[in-house]
C-alpha cells in the first residue's frame, strides 16, 4: 500500500498504536491502545490472564519494543496463550521468527518474517539495497546521513550514487519500510522500527554487507561530530541540542563498532562525542561502560587523542575513578602542551586542579596546576569554556584571572552563583545555568536559609527542570531542607523523585533521612541508613 500519486489524491498515513512510557505504572499502561490490544487479544488466547502490578513492566516493554504495530502484537499475544507472558518477551529478540499469527491469516501474515518477506519482494533492486543499508541507525537518521550509509562506493560500475539514494529513501517512506518522524524540527528525520531493522540485518547478512556497513556507519557518524566542539562553542545550546543529541543512539552504536576495530581517530572523536553528548544532557557518563581500547587511541591525530583522553577522564571522574582520570587528564595535558593548544591546555588544567584538589594529599599538584592555569589569557579562551570551568570546577573567571594584584573582595558564593546564573543564561548556555540553580540551592542551605531552599528547588522543578542528574541534586537539597525545617515526611516526594530521575542520588537520600530518623530519636534506623 503506497500512495498513487494522482490528481486529488489525499494521503492520511495510520500512525501505529500509542505506547506507554517505559516506566508507566498499571493505571498509565492500562490507558494506552497497545496495551488494551495486546491485552484483549492474550485474554482470546488464555481467558486466565490479566494485567497486573507484577507483568505490567513486561506488557509495557513488549508494546514499546513492537513499536505499537498492531500486527506484531497480534502476533505476539497469539504466542502468549501458549509460551506465557514471561517467555514470550524473554525470546523477542528472536521476533522473526517467534511471531507467528492464527491459522486463517492470510499467506503474507502467518508469520512477521513472513510480512516482511512479502513487502521485501515487491521492492526493486535499488529499493532493496537502501532498505537493508538503513539497518545500522539507532534512533534515526537524517535524510543526509543515509545517503552517505546507503551509496555504493564511488568506484561501483552504474552504483548508486547519494542522490539516487535519496529518491529511494523517499519511495521507501511512501511503502512504510521506513517512517517519517512528524515532527522532527527543521531538519526530517526517518527511521526504521526494530521488526524492520531485525529484518533488514539477516538481509544486510546474506548479501555480505554486514561489516562493510558497519564501518561505513561508524564514520559517518565520527564525521558528523567533527564539527560538535566548534559548534559547542560558538552555539546555543538549543542550537547545539537540535543538531547533535537526536544522534546518540548512532554513537553509541558506532562507538561499540570503534572499540572492536583498530581506527584510532574514529575511536577517538566518538568517544568524545558521546561524553559531551552526556555531560551536555547531564545524564549518567555511560562512556565508562565501553572499554575503550588506549592502545588504539595511541594511534589518533594528537589533537584527537588529547581531547578523547580529556573526556573519557572526566567520565571516569564523575564515576569515582579519581586516579584513572588524573593519568587520562595528564596525557591530555601532555599533547595539548606538545601541540601548543592552548585551549585545550586550559580544560586539561581545569580538570587537573579539580581532580588533585578532591584527592588527599595532593594540595601542592594542584597548586603546580593553579599558578599554570592562572599564566593563561583569558582573552584567548571562549566563554563557554571559561564559564564551565568556572561553575563546575569552582574556578576563577573575570577580574579573579591572573590580577593579584587589583584583586577584588570576592562576592559571596551564593551572589556569584545567582550572578553566573544570569550570565549562562543570556548567553543561551542554559546547561550551565542549571548547574548554577544547583549550587544556589547548596549555598541555600550551607547558610541555613531552608525555606528558601524549599521555594527555590520547587521554582526550578516546576520551571521543567529536565537535565536528569541536575534535576535530582536539586530535588535531594530540597528534601533535606524539609527535614531540617522538620518536616521530614513531606522529604519523601522529592526524595523518591530525584531516585527516579537520578538513581546514584541514593547516598544523598541515606544521608537525609538517617539525619531525619537521628532527630526522632530513631538512633537505630539513623544508624542502619
Request: glycine share 6%.
Amino acid at each position: 500500500q503506497e500512495p498513487l500519486r494522482l490528481p486529488g489524491e489525499q494521503v492520511y498515513r495510520l500512525e501505529p498504536l500509542d505506547v506507554p512510557a517505559a516506566d508507566a505504572g498499571l493505571e498509565a499502561a492500562a490507558l494506552s491502545a497497545s496495551v488494551r490490544l495486546l491485552c484483549q487479544r492474550a485474554r482470546a488466547a488464555d481467558r486466565h490472564f490479566v494485567l497486573d502490578e507484577g507483568n505490567v513492566a513486561r506488557v509495557v516493554d513488549l508494546c514499546r519494543q513492537l513499536d505499537g504495530l498492531p500486527l506484531a502484537i497480534e502476533m505476539a499475544a497469539a504466542r502468549i496463550g501458549t509460551l506465557g507472558l514471561a517467555s514470550v518477551h524473554e525470546q523477542l529478540d528472536q521476533r522473526l521468527r517467534l511471531l507467528a499469527a492464527p491459522r486463517g491469516a492470510p499467506a503474507r501474515h502467518l508469520t512477521l518474517r513472513s510480512t516482511f518477506d512479502w513487502s521485501y519482494g515487491l521492492l526493486s533492486a535499488a529499493e532493496q539495497k537502501v532498505f537493508r543499508r538503513l539497518e545500522p541507525f539507532l534512533g534515526g537518521f537524517t535524510a543526509q546521513m543515509a545517503r552517505q550509509v546507503t551509496r555504493d562506493p564511488e568506484d561501483t560500475p552504474d552504483g548508486l550514487d547519494e542522490w539516487a539514494a535519496v529518491e529511494v529513501l523517499g519511495t521507501l517512506v511512501d511503502k512504510s519500510l521506513v517512517q517519517r518522524v512528524q515532527e522532527a524540527g527543521p531538519v526530517p528525520r526517518f527511521f526504521l522500527y526494530e521488526s524492520a531493522r531485525d529484518y533488514a540485518a539477516t538481509k544486510l547478512a546474506e548479501a555480505g554487507e554486514l561489516p562493510a556497513l558497519r564501518r561505513r556507519h561508524a564514520h559517518v557518524v565520527a564525521r558528523w561530530f567533527d564539527t560538535a566542539e566548534a559548534d559547542f562553542v560558538a552555539m546555543r545550546d538549543a542550537q547545539w541540542a537540535e543538531r547533535y543529541l537526536p544522534e546518540r543512539h548512532n554513537v553509541r552504536a558506532a562507538l561499540a563498532w570503534a572499540c572492536e576495530a583498530r581506527e584510532g581517530d574514529v575511536l577517538a572523536g566518538l568517544v568524545v562525542a558521546l561524553s559531551r553528548l552526556d555531560t551536555f544532557a547531564h545524564h549518567y557518563a555511560e562512556i565508562v561502560q565501553y572499554r575503550v581500547p588506549l592502545d588504539v587511541l595511541e594511534d589518533a591525530l594528537p589533537s584527537l587523542r588529547a581531547a578523547a583522553c580529556l573526556a573519557y577522564g572526566a567520565a571516569h571522574y564523575a564515576d569515582g575513578s579519581r586516579e584513572f582520570a588524573t593519568e587520562l587528564a595528564l596525557r591530555a595535558l601532555q599533547d595539548y602542551r606538545a601541540i601548543g593548544d592552548t585551549v585545550g591546555r586550559y580544560g586539561a588544567l581545569a580538570q587537573l586542579i579539580r581532580l588533585y584538589e578532591s584527592r588527599p594529599g595532593l594540595q601542592s599538584e594542584a597548586a603546580h596546576m593553579r599558578a599554570e592555569f592562572l599564566q593563561i589569557d583569558e582573552a584567548e579562551i571562549p566563554l563557554r569554556i571559561r564559564l564551565t570551568a568556572t561553575i563546575m570546577g569552582n574556578l576563577p573567571h573575570g577580574e579573579e584571572h591572573g590580577h593579584d594584584d587589583d584583586e577584588q573582595p570576592p562576592l559571596r558564593p551564593l551572589l556569584r552563583y545567582q550572578e553566573l546564573e544570569q550570565l549562562s543564561a543570556r548567553c543561551g548556555f542554559e546547561a550551565l545555568a542549571a548547574v548554577c540553580r544547583a549550587h544556589i540551592t547548596d549555598e541555600l542551605l550551607i547558610e541555613g536559609r531552608f525555606d528558601e531552599a524549599v521555594a527555590a528547588a520547587q521554582r526550578h522543578v516546576d520551571a521543567g527542570e529536565f537535565r536528569p542528574k541536575v534535576k535530582a541534586l536539586i530535588l535531594s537539597n530540597q528534601a533535606f531542607a524539609l527535614v531540617q525545617l522538620g518536616r521530614a515526611r513531606e522529604a519523601v516526594a522529592p526524595t523518591v523523585a530525584a531516585l527516579r530521575a537520578y538513581p546514584a542520588t541514593v547516598s544523598i537520600a541515606a544521608d537525609t533521612f538517617a539525619l531525619a530518623a537521628a532527630r526522632e530519636g530513631r538512633h537505630v534506623d539513623a544508624a542502619l541508613m
